[in-house]
């Protein structure tokens, strides 16, 4: 069980997370559960760190930012203690949790779940620290980068070998878009993982992009829950019902095929850079982006245009919009081997994705896509596509009508 920042926000909601744990755990069930900071003490924290030192050393900011979830950690172990159930915390590196040595946006690397399994099969509740772990280069306290609670429920359940790994959040379950921003927007009952992994990496917040490609391919029966219902009116988690709550991530194979499109994906965090002019000959893109692979940035869109006369290319790209600076800083210094070439950067645009595994086998989904955008005056700045996927990089100012739009188009609609 993973319970996200809203969800442990104040002590009397990690009294109500304690109930949701004793139901399962008085219905028989062992249980881990993984907890990320209280909403907000994640943002103060870096804010502190940046406060102390802008160009932070990221071993001291890891140090600094993991304290967040150690205290609602130990505080869910005191509100189940206080309940009757045998409960202690656990903290990444206790477990341990290794993880590779890019401070601040780790990937964990081995998991050893012998002790944490041993204590569950006791009859005891752990409590476990998310979004942390161990580098064993630098024996120093790690974390995943924002939103890594997820990765490490995920990863727990596995190295736990659970039945189940179920991620209560503020929603109750997967829609078909943001239902803050389209109301007419409709539950899913079963996702794809393959669907998730594209709405998450697509801007959809509600999981974690790392945490749906573990669950894919070690095939971890996954699912999105709400921590605000009532915990008494909830049933446990029984693999006979998994459909009744929520959403259930499974494989595509489980899905019986119904619409063609299952989903509208926006993000607005997204900045574009634009490289003018550099020489095109082979290698260029590798000199531009290799540079920020070590710099462990990850970058999404990619569009290239020569000249005319094929002696220089422009290159455009997108990253996310908190990397921006950082992204600039690692071009300019890497302007000596990549050659002379002129950087324009924004960061007032958004991506809007439609997907569906139902596009494999049917076309026309780009077309009609352009088509609406078209009828609305927005502008595509750029494109990217997958099998199930189709991006399209726009002005944030059109990023809310797009999505109503293209949320309508495609029949995705509810009453």
């Known amino acids: 069980m993973k319970f996200g920042g809203t969800s442990v926000a104040t002590v009397d909601r990690i009294r109500n997370v304690a109930r949701h744990v004793k139901r399962e755990h008085d219905a028989g069930n062992q249980v881990a559960v993984i907890v990320s900071a209280m909403a907000g003490t994640t943002n103060q924290l870096v804010e502190w760190v940046r406060e102390a030192?802008?160009?932070?050393?990221r071993r001291e900011y890891d140090a600094v930012v993991a304290s967040g979830e150690q205290i609602s950690a130990g505080l869910l172990a005191l509100c189940l203690q206080g309940m009757g159930l045998k409960a202690r915390s656990w903290?990444?590196?206790?477990?341990?949790?290794?993880?590779?040595?890019?401070?601040?946006?780790?990937?964990?690397?081995?998991?050893?779940?012998?002790?944490?399994?041993?204590?569950?099969?006791?009859?005891?509740?752990?409590?476990?620290?998310g979004f942390q772990g161990i580098c064993p280069e630098t024996q120093r306290i790690a974390t995943l980068g924002r939103g890594g609670s997820d990765t490490s429920a995920v990863a727990i359940a596995i190295a736990v070998k659970a039945d189940v790994c179920d991620i209560y959040t503020d929603v109750d379950g997967v829609y078909t878009t943001d239902p803050r921003l389209v109301p007419k927007a409709q539950r899913l009952k079963k996702v794809s993982f393959e669907?998730?992994?594209?709405?998450?990496?697509?801007g959809s917040k509600v999981l974690q992009t790392r945490s749906v490609e573990l669950a894919m391919v070690h095939d971890m029966k996954t699912r999105v829950l709400s921590s605000f219902v009532d915990p008494d009116k909830m049933p446990a988690v029984s693999i006979d019902t998994l459909e009744?709550?929520?959403?259930?991530?499974?494989?595509?194979d489980e899905i019986v095929e119904s619409q063609v499109v299952s989903g509208i994906a926006f993000a607005k965090d997204e900045a574009k850079i634009t490289i003018l002019g550099v020489a095109d000959k082979p290698g260029v893109a590798s000199r531009i982006f290799g540079p920020l692979a070590d710099a462990s940035i990850n970058v999404d869109m990619i569009v290239q245009n020569v000249s005319a006369d094929g002696k220089t290319t422009d290159m455009t790209f997108t990253v996310g919009a908190s990397e921006l600076p950082h992204t600039l800083e690692v071009l300019?210094?890497?302007?000596?081997?990549?050659?002379?070439?002129?950087?324009?950067?924004?960061?007032?645009?958004?991506?809007?994705?439609?997907?569906?595994?139902?596009?494999?086998?049917?076309a026309g989904v780009a077309a009609q896509m352009f088509k609406e955008l078209s009828d609305k005056g927005i502008n595509i700045i750029?494109?990217?596509?997958?099998?199930?996927?189709?991006?399209?990089?726009?002005?944030?100012?059109?990023?809310?009508?797009?999505v109503r739009t293209l949320h309508t188009a495609f029949g995705l609609d509810g009453d």
């Open 244 to 252: 009744e709550t929520g959403t259930l991530l499974c494989g595509e």
């Open 332 to 362: 300019n210094a890497a302007k000596a081997d990549i050659g002379e070439f002129e950087l324009l950067s924004s960061d007032d645009v958004a991506k809007v994705s439609v997907i569906g595994v139902g596009m494999r086998s049917h």
């Open 382 to 402: 750029a494109i990217s596509t997958s099998e199930i996927k189709i991006s399209v990089l726009i002005d944030t100012d059109y990023a809310e009508l797009a």
């Open 91 to 129: 903290q990444g590196w206790q477990i341990p949790i290794k993880t590779s040595a890019a401070h601040r946006s780790a990937r964990i690397v081995d998991i050893d779940g012998q002790a944490l399994r041993a204590q569950m099969d006791s009859g005891e509740v752990a409590v476990v620290t």
């Open 195 to 202: 669907e998730m992994l594209e709405m998450a990496s697509s």
């Open 53 to 57: 030192n802008p160009s932070f050393d």
